[in-house]
């Protein structure tokens, strides 16, 4: 279960950047999880998970701790109910998420359909709520089986216990511990199926998707090619691991879209795309206090009620003049060729130099429009 030579982290990470880490925990099972965690907890010694290394930037010198790495599998499933079409899936945090979408699509459960093709393991998944063109995992999440770090107890957390918002969670806020299990709750759509023909996806809730697909918003496609189509997106971004195609050696977005008051948004050019948060017609007018801000410079009307916008992080980045493929003179970390808001490792590039690119990205968007990107990774021994 203890690896006695652990390798480097750029080995386990998809952006392919990381030194040794001192000591790692390869648990199988889920007690084998528990087991390795409340060792390390119970050592003093820091520590830290690791699912797939999809969203994770480790620093050149490795971790001073142990890293425990999530391999456990397996998916429980719990039929509908007579006359129902709701079915529930307990899945292991070691599992591959795109494995459980493909699995969901191949028996017709829809749901997380659009969340096709992201990297990663299922435990790592609530941590940043992921999403991906119009869905976003909290509308299938029901709960997680989780060990607390604080009590080294375990419990079940619901979905609404766990502060899900874009690319945020309490886990990624500071709540300690580990997710054991993901409960999802999916539509089993096929007795409707065996009515027409095909099972069919959840509404096509993104723009561009419903484009590719040649159907209008709110339309429901088979699953099959809603999955395929999100691929084939996905693909042309270089957002679908790829060992063969350096695009795809990232975390990912690199920085999530700003979240600015609207107040704010109209200082920026009348081109740069923003959308109010929820839809227009429900948009709530929410209060924020001045250090929730994670744009800069005092929020006009702060303590007032303030509506709020996001920004395509990508628009500013490309308008602060940095185009697709930029890199620093003599560095291996280039922004992708495909996306702007990937930033990739052309090859042996080191975690310094892709956190020299971050920074440099960041100072020229902050200098052109007065916002600071925030990273979306988490970022382990590094800052910007
Ligand atoms: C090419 C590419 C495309 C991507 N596209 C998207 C996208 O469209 N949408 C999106 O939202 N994300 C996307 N991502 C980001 C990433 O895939 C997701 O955030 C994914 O959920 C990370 O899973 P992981 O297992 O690789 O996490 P890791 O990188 O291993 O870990 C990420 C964080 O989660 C913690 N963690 C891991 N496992 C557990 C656990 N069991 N319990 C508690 N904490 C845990 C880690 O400690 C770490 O803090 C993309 C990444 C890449 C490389």
Do not use: C
């Amino acid at each position: 279960m203890t690896d006695p030579d652990p390798v480097p982290l750029s080995r386990l990470t998809t952006l392919r950047v990381g030194g040794v880490p001192v000591r790692m925990a390869l648990p199988a099972t889920e007690q084998e999880l528990v087991d390795a965690a409340l060792a390390a907890w119970a050592s003093g010694d820091d520590w830290m998970l690791l699912g797939g290394g999809s969203n994770t930037v480790a620093s050149d010198e490795g971790f001073d701790g142990t890293v425990i790495r999530v391999i456990t599998r397996g998916i429980e499933v719990t039929p509908p109910a007579a006359g129902q079409d709701r079915v529930r899936l307990r899945v292991q945090a070691g599992e591959p998420w795109d494995d459980v979408v493909a699995h969901a699509v191949a028996q017709g459960w829809a749901g997380i359909e659009a969340l096709s093709g992201i990297p990663g393991s299922t435990g790592a998944a609530p941590v940043q709520n992921i999403g991906a063109y119009g869905q976003e995992l909290d509308s299938s999440l029901v709960a997680i089986d989780f060990l607390d770090y604080e009590t080294g107890a375990r419990r079940r957390l619901e979905a609404a216990e766990l502060e899900l918002g874009y690319r945020t969670s309490a886990l990624k806020q500071g709540l300690r511990g580990i997710v054991l299990a993901v409960e999802l709750d999916l539509h089993d759509t096929t007795a409707e199926a065996s009515v027409l023909g095909s099972a069919l996806s959840a509404p096509v809730a993104y723009g561009q998707l419903a484009g590719a697909l040649g159907v209008q918003l709110g339309d429901r496609v088979s699953l099959a090619t809603l999955r395929d189509t999100v691929l084939a997106l996905r693909a042309s971004k270089g957002m679908v691991l790829d060992e063969s195609d350096h695009d795809t050696w990232s975390a990912g977005s690199f920085f999530t879209n700003p979240i600015v008051t609207e107040a704010f948004g109209r200082t920026l050019p009348g081109d740069a795309p923003r959308w109010p948060i929820g839809p227009p017609d429900e948009l709530p007018d929410r209060v924020i206090p001045l250090t929730d801000y994670a744009g800069v410079g005092p929020i006009p009307g702060a303590g007032a009620t303030v509506r709020l916008v996001k920004l395509s992080a990508a628009w500013l980045i490309e308008h602060a003049g940095i185009s697709r493929g930029f890199r620093l003179p003599g560095s291996r970390a280039a922004v992708s060729s495909k996306h702007t808001l990937a930033l990739t490792n052309t090859g042996g590039a080191t975690a310094d130099e892709i956190a020299q690119l971050a920074r440099y990205v960041q100072g020229r968007v902050q200098a052109e429009f007065g916002v600071i990107l925030q990273p979306e990774p988490v970022l382990v021994g590094l800052h910007l």
